[in-house]
């Protein structure tokens, strides 16, 4: 059985920074991108960043870029986000997701509240 296990939510001030984790179990990943997307109340759930099957590629949303970092490890099955300089727009539920097409997400975590305050 397939299980994503998110960690790392909480409240901040903006400015601040949260690290959010995702531990993958239950079958080999190597061949799926893992990644985060992001729902905010009254909103559409959204993409956030996205790490590659094999090659290392990284992929980010517009809004995000230069203050959110994707990183991954293969051998732990594990998808972090190293979130800096954090807006109150940033306010939503993380979810962590794994893939094999972009448009059609294989398996999604349980979400990870961030908030953060003005």
């Known amino acids: 059985q397939v299980q994503l296990v998110e960690s790392g939510g909480g409240s901040v001030q903006a400015g601040g920074s949260l690290t959010l984790s995702c531990v993958a179990s239950g079958r080999p990943f190597i061949n799926f991108v893992m990644g985060w997307f992001r729902q905010a109340p009254g909103k559409e759930r959204e993409f956030v960043a996205a790490f590659g099957r094999r090659d290392g590629s990284t992929y980010y949303a517009d809004f995000v870029k230069g203050r959110f970092t994707i990183t991954r490890d293969n051998a732990k099955n594990t998808v972090s986000l190293q979130m800096n300089s954090l807006k109150p727009e940033d306010t939503a539920v993380y979810y962590c997701?794994?893939?094999?097409?972009?448009?059609?997400?294989?398996?999604w975590g349980q979400g990870t509240q961030v908030t953060v305050s003005s």
């Open positions: 997701a794994v893939y094999r097409a972009a448009n059609d997400v294989d398996y």
